[in-house]
C-alpha cells in the first residue's frame, strides 16, 4: 500500500517562501512521473507542477517562474518550493502521480498565503 505524506504548509505572508515535502513509501517514487496538485475551497483538485524521472519538469502558466518542483530519490521524497508566493494560492496542496493515474491521496498540506 503506498502512503503519501505531506508537510511544510502554514501561514505566510504575500511574497513569502514554503517548501512543501512529499515522502513516499510503498513504491519507488523515481521511477514514475511524479506531480504536487492543489485545492483551493470550492474548487476541483488541479496539477500545478510535475517530475519526470530523468528531472524535466513541468508547470502551469500560474505557477511559472514562481515554483519549483525536484525530488530526491535516495529519501523517496518530492518538494516543492514555492517563491513570491500571492493570496490565490492559498489551498491545499497534494502530491501524487501525475498523468498516468494516482495512488490513494494522502492528507495534504495547508497553505494560506494572507497579511
Known amino acids: 500500500q503506498v502512503q503519501l505524506v505531506e508537510s511544510g504548509g502554514g501561514l505566510v505572508q504575500p511574497g513569502g517562501s514554503l517548501r512543501l515535502s512529499c515522502a513516499v513509501s510503498?513504491?519507488?517514487?523515481?521511477?514514475?512521473?511524479m506531480g504536487w496538485y492543489r485545492q483551493a475551497p470550492g474548487k476541483q483538485r488541479d496539477l500545478v507542477a510535475h517530475?519526470?524521472?530523468?528531472?524535466?519538469?513541468n508547470y502551469v502558466d500560474f505557477v511559472k517562474g514562481r515554483f519549483t518542483i525536484s525530488r530526491d530519490n535516495a529519501r523517496n521524497t518530492v518538494y516543492l518550493q514555492m517563491n513570491s508566493l500571492k493570496p490565490e494560492d492559498t489551498a491545499v496542496y497534494y502530491c501524487?502521480?501525475?498523468?498516468?493515474?494516482?495512488?490513494?491521496w494522502g492528507q495534504g498540506t495547508q497553505v494560506i498565503v494572507s497579511s
Open positions: 501524487n502521480l501525475a498523468i498516468s493515474g494516482t495512488w490513494p
Open positions: 510503498g513504491s519507488i517514487a523515481s521511477i514514475f512521473i
Open positions: 517530475i519526470f524521472p530523468d528531472g524535466r519538469t
